[in-house]
Antibody, heavy 117, light 110 residues
């Protein structure tokens, strides 16, 4: 079965860190770009970060640049998002997403990150 | 990385057609044929409906169609059905390996 399963979300204090993971299965993970997209409660979708198939090139939204790091382990079919210096406005559901044809063609179920004292 | 502009709401009766617009700039929608559309039901992950402006993934009904003119893309939903009631988001590839989403449109089937 083709799927993406996120984990690692939870409650963290402002200024804290969290690492999200996304386990991929059912497709050739090492051959596709992967991304993170987030959605604050009751709000719209926001692009966060992208990583190329071999991990050599990465890009970030201005709002997370310098604080978040995207990475991948193709041997483990796993995508990561290291989040540092977390702020209240980082509170959101974080989706792991596969990219094909410059579109987000497969989504995980999401993992909730709450930044609060 | 400014968000694309979508109307906050749209509505139509069963069997009717509705069009949702998505306005950007020459740096995103107008500059690339990489506009995509997503449907999201409450509490669910988004689902890809349209990619590369007009292409439908396998399994998406042909009631959903996309187009683009200049800096504005559009999603047309024909033959509205009750299950089409959901939030719809557009997205576009933008300069320097970035993506941008629209603010979302809540579609109500009357």
């Amino acid at each position: 079965e083709v799927q993406l399963v996120e984990s690692g979300g939870g409650l963290v204090q402002p200024g804290g860190s969290l690492r999200l993971s996304c386990a991929a299965s059912g497709f050739s993970f090492s051959k596709v770009w992967m991304q993170w997209v987030r959605q604050a409660p009751g709000k719209g979708l926001v692009w966060v970060s992208r990583i190329e198939s071999d991990g050599t090139d990465r890009s970030y939204a201005d709002s997370v640049k310098g604080r978040f790091t995207i990475s991948r382990d193709n041997a483990k079919n796993t995508l990561y998002l290291q989040m540092n210096s977390l702020r209240a406005d980082d509170t959101a559901v974080y989706f792991c997403v596969r990219t094909l044809y410059f579109a987000f063609d497969m989504w995980g179920q999401g993992t909730m990150v709450t930044v609060s004292p | 990385q400014s968000a694309l502009t979508q109307p906050p709401s749209a509505s139509g009766s069963p069997g009717q057609s509705v069009t949702i617009s998505c306005t950007g700039s020459s740096s995103d929608v107008g500059g690339y044929n990489y506009v995509s559309w997503y449907q999201q039901h409450p509490g669910k992950a988004p689902k890809l409906l349209i990619y590369e402006v007009t292409q439908r993934p396998a399994g998406v009904p042909n009631r959903f169609s996309g187009s683009k003119s200049g800096n504005t893309a559009s999603l047309n939903v024909s033959g509205l059905q009750a299950e089409d009631e959901a939030d719809y988001y557009c997205s576009s590839y933008a300069n320097i390996n970035a993506w941008v989403f629209g603010g979302g449109t809540k579609l109500t089937v009357l």
